[in-house]
């Protein structure tokens, strides 16, 4: 049974930052990522690593960073210099493409960034 923990959310001030970490149980994967659905929006992507290639969102290149470590099974994501439009719900995310496509989300983790 594959589970995704995640932890790290929080209140910070507008240039801060914040580190959120998703550990999976019950497999592995090769691709990892993070969403976010800020109140009344649809959930929208924010980075992705497949074993060792990344991919962003436009609006946090260069601020936010995903990295992996495949000894804890963890995925993370460093976000630095935060804005209050990134407040919003995150969502560690699982996919398994062998045979189709299989999602897997965790419960999400709240990041609120004060102005």
């Known amino acids: 049974q594959v589970q995704l923990v995640e932890s790290g959310g929080g209140l910070v001030q507008a240039g801060g930052s914040l580190r959120l970490s998703c550990a999976a149980s019950?497999?592995?994967?090769?691709?990892l990522g993070w969403y976010r659905q800020a109140p009344g929006k649809e959930r929208e992507f924010v980075a992705r690593?497949?074993?060792?290639?990344?991919t962003y969102t436009d609006s946090v290149k260069g601020r936010f960073t995903i990295s992996r470590d495949n000894t804890k099974n963890t995925v993370y994501l460093q976000m630095n210099s935060l804005k209050p439009e990134d407040t919003a719900i995150y969502y560690c995310?699982?996919?398994?493409?062998?045979?189709?496509?299989?999602?897997?989300w965790g419960q999400g983790t709240q990041v609120t960034v004060s102005s």
């Open positions: 019950g497999r592995t994967f090769s691709s």
């Open positions: 995310n699982a996919r398994d493409t062998v045979g189709g496509r299989t999602d897997y």
């Open positions: 690593i497949i074993s060792w290639t990344t």
